[in-house]
């Protein structure tokens, strides 16, 4: 077996009990980068009750007619959000009614192909990932909604897909911003307790990091088992995760890297 130097934990969300296709995908290259993982997600998706469902596709009719000639929006504003669309067959129907009227934005390249994989799986529409509008700098949200504010057509109306329960930081901005807006949350998130990490040596520790719900999670997380989060190194593809963990951990090394494919992600840590 080989001597695994580093240890990666990632702390993707998951829907039920499995684990994150982001992990399995890691784990199964690892050993070739003498890169130990821990699965540890920090939260967990479930679909919000039938009340909340039908809230959601309510609005949406009320605001929307099929036959409207207003342009429409698709907003990835969470990296679970294509997920939580394809267990929706309801939402995609509606959404396929009005596929001729469709765009599409998501809060970075991973998301924006994994929204152009469901949609094209649940038959609303076939696009390439490359045409969802996506901020240059991963995660930036501030560039994000200026970006979606130039592309504004006459009455446009944007749905955003964001969880239910969360504050809806996204749809709030661009409604501040003038824009018509529907927050379509119809999934939800959970915390999970962060796995044992106290035999594994804070020296050779990486957290991934994906969004910044997970940042602060993560850091109780590793304060609780009395391993300090300065420690450790954090990594991941948003450079606003990252400006939020240098907040949240003053010295905390943060490494950007372009994309969560794996041997980038595994490559990275065997450079650093």
């Known amino acids: ?43 967990q998706m479930e679909m919000a009750n039938d009340a909340v469902l039908r809230r959601v596709l309510r609005e949406l ?23 939580a669309l394809e267990l929706f067959d309801p939402l995609c129907l509606a959404l396929r009614l009005r596929q001729d009227r469709l765009k599409y934005a998501a809060l970075d390249a991973e998301t924006a192909t994994a929204m152009s994989e469901v949609c094209h799986i649940k038959d609303i529409s076939k696009f390439h990932f490359k045409s969802v509008a996506t901020p240059k700098l991963a995660g930036d949200m501030e560039e994000f909604v200026k970006q979606l504010m130039r592309a504004e057509e006459p009455r446009e109306l944007f749905l955003v897909l964001e969880p239910a329960g969360s504050n809806g930081i996204l749809a709030k901005k661009l409604i501040s911003n003038g824009l018509r807006v529907i927050r379509l949350g119809f999934y939800m998130t959970r915390p999970v307790p962060m796995p044992s990490l106290r035999e594994v ?45 240098r907040y949240e951990v003053p010295g905390a090394k943060w490494v950007n890297v372009p994309e969560l494919k794996p041997s980038v992600v595994l490559e990275t840590i065997n450079n650093a």
């Open 1 to 43: 077996m080989l001597d695994l130097n580093e240890t990666l934990v990632v702390t993707a969300p998951v829907w039920g009990t499995s684990s994150s296709t982001l992990a399995v995908d890691i784990r199964r290259v690892s050993e070739s980068y003498h890169v130990d993982i821990v699965d540890a997600p920090l939260f």
């Open 61 to 83: 009719a009320d605001w929307d007619g099929v036959k409207d000639k207003t342009a429409l929006t698709l907003v990835c504003g969470t990296q679970e959000a294509p997920d």
């Open 201 to 245: 040596d804070p020296k050779g520790l990486w957290m991934l990091a994906m969004d910044i719900d997970v940042v602060r999670a993560a850091v109780n997380g590793l304060v609780s088992q009395g391993i300090n989060p300065a420690a450790v190194k954090w990594i991941g593809n948003r450079p606003s995760v990252g400006a939020l963990v």
